[in-house]
């Protein structure tokens, strides 16, 4: 967990950098198409306001895919680069605090899942799976002569 202890923001503010494991995450992804098993990296600014907690900074996590036209596996990267999060201490949105302590793992979850790629493509242009032409016989090495169409036959007929 991503969790913050409040009395360290009374003089000044801190910074938070590392690893947060995926699993601490419980991202739950449901899509076949997606995986993350890489930790989430993070470099975090945090500064107390009047009523409020201001996070800033910069998430970053790898994911596994696999191409939604090609099935094709590849990596792509959500790198939230001016994250920024206001969490109000105050008032009917205010944040819960446990102990002096604020968990950041929530709001880090949400915001990584919003940059999730809904159809993840290994390239803009794919192109898809390569399909064989239906008029190619299985060795093409083999006779190579185009069948003739089954309507030609009825052409020769004279009636």
Not at 41 to 64: F, K, M, P
Request: hydrophobic share 40%; glycine share 4%; net charge negative.
């Amino acid at each position: 967990m991503l969790k913050l202890n409040l009395r360290h923001l009374e003089h000044d503010e801190i910074f938070l950098a590392g690893e947060l494991p995926v699993a601490e995450l419980e991202l739950e992804l449901h899509d076949e198409m997606l995986r993350a098993e890489l930790p989430l990296e993070y470099d975090l600014t945090v500064q107390r306001l009047d009523d409020a907690i201001l996070v800033t900074g910069s998430l970053r996590l790898v994911l596994q895919c696999e191409c939604v036209r090609c099935l094709k596996a590849f990596e792509t990267e959500v790198d939230l680069g001016d994250w920024t999060l206001h969490l109000p201490l105050e008032g009917e949105d205010a944040v819960s605090i446990k102990n002096d302590s604020l968990d950041l793992t929530p709001f880090v979850r949400e915001d990584i899942l919003l940059e999730f790629p809904q159809h993840p493509l290994c390239k803009p242009d794919c192109g898809g799976l390569k399909k064989k032409k239906a008029d190619q016989p299985a060795n093409s090495g083999e006779n190579n002569e185009p069948k003739p169409a089954a309507w030609a036959e009825l052409n020769k007929l004279k009636l």
